[in-house]
Each structure stands twice: as C-alpha cells, then as structure tokens.
C-alpha cells in the first residue's frame, strides 16, 4: 500500500503546474503586528488638492447639498493660494505624521507621473517576469516611484486621504493602463484612504505592502488588468464599502495577510484584515486571497462574477502558506456565472489595453477558475464558513479541494500534505435567495475528499460526495484523493492567458449549454471511464463467452461492469454525480460475478471478489459515510484494475493457444 501511495504522489508531484502566479512580488515580512486599525479624522493639519478652473469646479459640484458644497467652494479657494494640482506633489511635501490630504472633485491623470524615467531607473538591477516588469526592492522603489506607480506613498505615517465629492465617483484617479498601480501605500503604518475611485491599472488601483494600520473605505477600483484592491503582507486593516467591478482577477485581495493565528487551532485571538460591506461584481473573481490567513470577511455581496470568492495555498512567493483561519459569515454570494474566456479565445486580450474594451465590460481572465462557483477554498486550513446566503451559482457553491505543495514550489514531502484541513461550514442558507425565492446551485459543495478534520453542519443541501463528514468530528485524514479530480485539477492548471491556452478536456471554462458534439462532451475526467469501457467491460464478455453459457451469472458480470461504466462515464460528462454511486455498486456486482467466469483459476476469481468488495466500499464511501482509508477506494479500484485487465488478457490468450481435443470418428453401422 505504501509503494502504490508513493508512486501516484509522485506521478501527482510530477505533473501539477508549476507554479505560474499573476501577482510578483519582492520578498516581504509581515509587520510585527503592534500598530492599529487608523480612524478617521476631521482635525489637524492638512493639505488640498484641486484642478481646473473655477467655473469648471462649480459646475462639479453644483448638484451637491448645500453645506458640502460650501465645504468644496472654501477648500477651492484655500487650494488657489496654497494647494497642489497633483495628489504625488501633495504626498511629497507632508511635513509631519497625522496629516490629511483633501482631494476635491476632478479627474486627475497625474502627468508629472508619467515623464520619462531617468536612465537610472531604466537600468535598474532586477529580476524581470515574464508579464514585462521588474521585481524592485522597497529601496529601488523610492528610488524610482513612478517606474510602476502613479501615486507612490512611502514610509508616509497616519496619512489620510479623503475625497471631499458626494460619492467616490466625484474623485478619480486615472493610470491609463501606463502603470501597474495607480496608488500605492508601502510601509505607510496608520494610511486612511476614503472616497476616492481608482482605475485603468495594468496590475492594481490599490495595493497597500508591508503596512501595518490601514483603511480603504468608501473606495471603487474598477477596470484594472488584476485586482481593484490587494494588501499585501500587512496586518491591522479593514476594506470597507467598497465597489470593485471590472478586474481581470479580483475585486479584493488580502493575500500574504498577516500570518498570527497559525499555530491556535479554532482559538483566534484576532483578525489581521477585516473586509465588510463591499460590493464586489463584474470580475474574475469577487474576492480572493493567496495566503489570505486571518482575514474576517462579512456582510459583503459578491455576484455576477465568474466566481465568488477563493482563497488558496496555490502560488509561491507568498508569505504565510498554507492559508488559514478566514472566517466569512453572512455574505451574499449569488449569480457567478459570467464566462469571460470568450475574450481569450477571440484574441480580444491579446489587444493593446485601450482597445480591449474593458471600460465597457470586457474582463481578461488573469488565472484559470471554474464558471459558475460560489466559494473556492484551494488548499485552506481552518476556515469558518457559516450564516452565508450562497444560490445561483449554477455549477457549485462551495469547492474545497487540496493542493500539493510543489504548487507553491515547496518540495519539502511534509508540505504535499499540509493543507486542506479543519475547514468548517455551517448554517449556510443554500439555493434560496433572500425573499424566499428558490435559486439553486448545481450542487451546494464539492469536496475532494482530502484532509482532516473538515466537517459540515448544513441541512437541506446537495453535495458530490453524497455523504459529508458531520460536525463535530469531521473527516479522516486521506493520503490522495479521486485520481480523475486530480486529472482534472492538473489539466484545468495549464490555463495561460498570454498564450491563449485553454486546456483540452477542462470543462471550467464553458457554460450551459454546452456544444452539441463529442468534442463538447469529453473531459479528462471521463478517460478512466471511457477506458473502463473500452477494455474491461469486452474482456468480461469475451470470459463469459468462452466459459460457454449464457446464464444469469454471465448477464450480471457483463451487464453490471457494463451499465456501471457507462454510469460512471456519463456521471463524469454531465456532472450528474449521484450516478457515481450507483455505477460503483453496479461495476461491483458485476466483478463478483465476474469471479464465475474463470473455472479453474482461483486466484483470478479473488482478485475479481476483491475488486468487487472495493467498487461496493467506493460506492459506500460516496454515499454513506466516509470511511477512514488513506485512499479513496477508487484509487485501489483503478489500479487493481489495470492489474485485471493484464491478467484477463493473459488468460483469454493462453486459452485461446489451447489444442482442441479431437473428436474420436463415429463406428460405422453394421
């Protein structure tokens, strides 16, 4: 047993991905986690930023109530006489620590930030990736701040930056696609940043690193080729009624978030990130988090994405793998549905970005996830999932599956098997929208059946496997999980946006209806199944014909593999799960009448009872109960299965050069 569990982990090990992350980063440290969540202020010094003319202002501000009106107008006139017509100039002149940045109504592009670099900084000393720009250190970054950064805040403490409009609309700040960020807060303890829109990135509108402090409220990031809002290594922060809409990868990113709840079990002291009242829409993915560890997510929408939410332990370079401990409650999760690989295949992101068409709703896909999932948890440890409204997702709510840790680039043998443990769900409210109306998923959970601990406390759900490890107790720890899910996560793991590749036999990337055609019809998953048919399943008629009687012995072995294959097959094409049960339970009554059909060779006829019991143990632990193996039986069935079919040949051939007794001549008549 534990050769066969060595050599598929090392057939898994040597075919995932590599590891290929849409977000570079320099090598960063978590703060030491002693600073604050900054409030808001409405004293102390500050600073005004403002464009245009005056009759140009008014008329932006003319539909405001009175009194905000009056504020902008007594700023407008403070800005004349001693304010700054670009945020970056404004930054650059704070003199002390709790200054506040007013930004009044306008569309700045800040043009000073988009000068020629010197040549010093276009021959800086750094590592460059493949998407076209240079992994800087903190240093070359001050060095160089408009090399990536439109608005570039550095080592700035309890700095606020506030929008004086009626909403964040009132304020934008414009990249063009020409940097990768439009504002950046890096090592900014106590940074505020409020009613204010960003966009038009080629990586973030926002993107706060190595911060230990932080607020992004009232904040729209729309646009952008990755992420509306990503922190970064950084601890002490709250994203808060926010609007993300229009990202290639997600609407909000807390990823490599302060890793303090590691080694506590369901024992948190604290949260690291909180993000609440956010509206996430019109992405790739609403949230999303790599290393997103200690993150309190709640009381947010995310709809209309191509998938909901996801938190993962997938890419390397990030600290504090794998996740952990994300608590998300009462969140609405709904109607994540849109399909946007249509603009891969097309070339439409292969353009230049100011004629791809994003502003008017093309999103690029910057990584490869299924259309049509509520949450995605990828190799997460102790996260809490309860009092979520999850529907209309229509192919699953919630996934949780493993990853090895080679997806990471960590070799180590004790990483293959450190993540995808202790995830709670309970009490989610599934496929009924909040009025009542019935939406449902196409199935409520997914689960690879991998890692310890998981359990689920719902009522009233569907799930593929049928039977879900209860709450409390949980499931048993499994070495490997169902060898065509692997196939599936390895194939589906070769998406590439720059190469336009979209992997054959994935099934993540289309949507009902699906193409009329066989083409249309097959996924990598369906291999082992078709396989089945191909060679098991006329092996045992051609054992049952050469036994040389056609009785219910033979009709169970040939019609049980048969209708039991062709189940399996047609669950692994449409998705119809619970057929998974029911053609395990067949495929095993035909094996243990298979056991007829070889007289004379008894070690045969166990094999076949063996292999029986195990496809009748695999169709139990779909349906019934999990049962505490550190495989999947349908990992020993399929082995043991190539195994038969050798074996099966072997014996139909030997039979086959057997002499034929000759029949003695009949005695003539006398």
């Not at 930004?103 to 276009?122: H, R």
Request: charged letters at 15%; a negative charge.
């Amino acid at each position: 047993m534990r050769t066969w569990i060595g050599l598929a982990v090392a057939v898994v090990l040597a075919l995932w991905p590599a590891g290929a992350a849409a977000h570079y980063e320099r090598p960063t440290h978590f703060p030491d986690g002693t600073g604050s969540v900054p409030v808001v202020r409405t004293g102390g010094p500050h600073l005004v930023v403002c464009n245009g003319d005056q009759a140009a202002f008014e008329q932006r501000i003319a539909g405001f109530a009175s009194d905000m009106r009056y504020l902008n107008l007594r700023l407008f006139a403070e800005c004349q006489e001693r304010g700054y017509p670009y945020l970056q100039a404004a930054v650059d002149n704070v003199q002390s620590a709790g200054t506040t940045i007013y930004v009044l109504p306008g569309l700045y592009q800040e043009t000073p930030s988009l000068a020629p670099d010197s040549d010093a900084c276009n021959h800086l000393k750094a590592q460059r990736v493949k998407l076209g720009y240079q992994i800087l250190s903190y240093e070359q970054q001050r060095q160089c701040p408009h090399q990536q950064n439109l608005v570039a805040i550095f080592g700035v403490r309890d700095l606020q930056i506030e929008g004086t409009g009626a909403s964040p609309n009132d304020v934008v700040f414009d990249g063009q696609f020409q940097k990768l960020n439009v504002i950046r807060g890096d090592r900014t303890n106590g940074l505020y940043i409020r009613n204010i829109t960003a966009e038009r990135a080629t990586f973030n509108a926002f993107y706060v690193l190595e911060t230990d402090g932080f607020v992004l409220d009232q904040v729209v990031g729309r646009w952008n080729d990755e992420y509306g809002a990503l922190t970064f290594a950084s601890d002490h922060g709250v994203i808060s009624n926010c609007d993300m809409y229009g990202n290639g990868d997600s609407g909000v990113y807390p990823g490599g978030t302060s890793d303090i709840n590691r080694d506590r079990g369901y024992a948190v002291k604290r949260y690291a990130i909180e993000v609440t009242r956010c509206h996430s829409h019109d992405n790739l993915l609403g949230y999303s988090g790599t290393g997103g560890d200690s993150v309190w997510v709640h009381d947010n929408e995310f709809d209309h994405n191509t998938a909901g939410a996801s938190m993962d332990s997938l890419f390397p370079n990030h600290p504090g793998l794998p996740q952990n401990h994300a608590l998300f409650e009462n969140n609405r999760i709904h109607g994540n549905n849109s399909n946007y690989y249509g603009y891969v295949r097309d070339g439409t992101c292969a353009r230049p970005f100011l004629e791809r068409g994003i502003e008017k709703g093309v999103v690029c896909p910057a990584v490869g996830v299924p259309v049509g999932v509520g949450v995605l948890v990828i190799g997460g440890n102790y996260n809490v999932f309860r009092h979520n409204d999850v529907y209309d997702n229509w192919r699953i709510g919630f996934v949780q599956t493993w990853v090895p840790g080679v997806a990471r680039d960590d070799y180590r043998w004790s990483a293959q098997e450190e993540s995808s443990h202790f995830n709670t769900y309970a009490d989610n409210r599934l496929g009924i929208a909040p009025d009542g109306t019935r939406m449902p998923n196409g199935i409520d959970f997914f689960w690879d059946g991998q890692g310890s601990g998981n359990c689920w406390h719902e009522a009233n759900f569907t799930s593929q496997p049928i039977a879900l490890p209860a709450c409390p107790g949980g499931s048993f720890d499994r070495v490997l999980s169902d060898p065509n899910l692997l196939a599936l996560f390895v194939d589906c793991g070769a998406y590439d946006r720059s190469t336009q590749t979209l992997p054959a036999g994935c099934d993540w990337f289309t949507t009902p209806p699906r193409p009329v055609s066989l083409v249309g019809l097959v996924n990598i998953q369906a291999i082992a199944p078709a396989l089945q048919l191909l060679f098991v399943v006329p092996f045992m008629a051609m054992l049952a014909r050469r036994r040389g009687r056609r009785d219910l012995l033979a009709f169970g072995a040939v019609g049980g593999a048969g209708l039991g294959a062709a189940a399996l097959l047609l669950s692994s094409v449409q998705s119809l799960w619970p057929l998974t049960i029911a053609g395990a339970a067949l495929l095993g009554a035909g094996w243990l009448c298979s056991a007829g059909l070889v007289p004379g060779r008894r070690r045969l006829a166990i094999f076949c009872v063996v292999l029986g019991l195990i496809a009748i143990l695999e169709a139990v632990d779909e349906g019934l109960v999990q049962l505490p193996l550190p495989v999947a039986p349908v990992w020993l069935r399929v082995l043991l299965e190539v195994v038969w079919v050798v074996w099966a040949a072997g014996a139909l051939r030997r039979g086959a050069r057997q002499p034929r007794t000759a029949l003695a001549p009949a005695p003539s008549a006398v």
